[in-house]
């Protein structure tokens, strides 16, 4: 396994506790994906989980952190998946899982930026899924409600003010792996408190080539 990310401090932490390798990465940097890493040290590339996320936190709009935002969450995943497509080609296919959350989903009143983008990240699944499908390579999105982790600090009052649940992370690595071992593309899976992890069901506009039916 290979953990990348750009807090190097954090980043050898996990390794330390789950093994494998840490390489420090930036998503926003197309060229610095570190994909030779997987590929030198373990011979291949199988599943790549494209999990960078940030946001605004709210507040006055920040023309700097806006970018930050958009690099981050939506830059990092089409240069994700550019980067790891030649190498599950190599191994004869494998699994892109891109983490999305809910606010790819509903609408995020209290940070509409961070909304739109992993919105974005939906479509950025959805949409080349079917393209890369006959390779063997798989393409979906993980979409979690709010889990403990440091991205919701500064949402806590508000998940409070909803009376939200928040995820253990263990449930969304439970999701994850259920996420892997399905054959679906361009899925997007939900992870909800008290609720089964599968697919949501997107309802599709009227079909433009279809007879409109006087009534």
Same mark, same amino acid.
């Given at each position: ?17 789950? +093994?494998? !390798?840490? =390489?420090?990465?930036? =998503? ?13 040290? #373990? ?6 989980? !494209? @999990?960078?996320?940030?946001?605004? +936190?709210? +507040? ?5 952190? *806006?970018? %930050?935002?958009?690099?981050? @969450? &939506?830059?990092?995943?089409? *240069? ?42 939906? @479509? ?17 999105? &993980?979409?979690? +409600? #709010? ?12 998940? %409070?003010? &909803?009376? !939200?649940?928040? !995820? ?7 999701? #994850?792996?259920? =996420? ?8 997007? $899976? *939900?992870? %909800?408190?008290? $609720?089964?992890?599968?697919?949501? &069901? #997107? ?13």
């Amino acid at each position: 396994m290979v953990v990348a990310d750009v807090g190097a401090v954090a980043g050898a932490a996990v390794v330390d506790g789950i +093994g494998g !390798l840490f =390489v420090r990465c930036d =998503v926003c940097d197309p060229d610095d994906s570190r994909v030779e890493a997987a590929v030198a040290d #373990f011979g291949g590339l199988d599943i790549a989980c !494209l @999990n960078a996320g940030v946001v605004t +936190g709210g +507040g006055d709009f920040d023309v700097e952190r *806006y970018r %930050q935002v958009v690099t981050t @969450n &939506l830059d990092g995943v089409v *240069y994700g998946v550019r980067a790891v497509l030649p190498a599950l080609r190599a191994r004869g296919g494998g699994s892109v899982v891109a983490m999305a959350g809910t606010a790819g989903l509903v609408p995020m009143p209290f940070d509409p930026v961070h909304g739109a983008t992993k919105a974005a990240v939906v @479509n950025c699944v959805r949409s080349p899924a079917r393209l890369h499908a006959h390779e063997g390579i798989r393409i979906n999105a &993980l979409c979690p +409600g #709010f889990a403990e982790t440091p991205v919701i600090d500064g949402f806590r009052g508000v998940i %409070q003010d &909803l009376a !939200l649940p928040i !995820l253990d992370v263990s449930e969304v690595v439970a999701a #994850f792996e259920s =996420v892997v071992a399905s054959t679906g593309t361009g899925e997007c $899976w *939900y992870v %909800q408190s008290g $609720w089964s992890s599968e697919p949501l &069901l #997107f309802a599709a506009p009227p079909d433009p080539r279809a007879p409109v039916v006087a009534s």
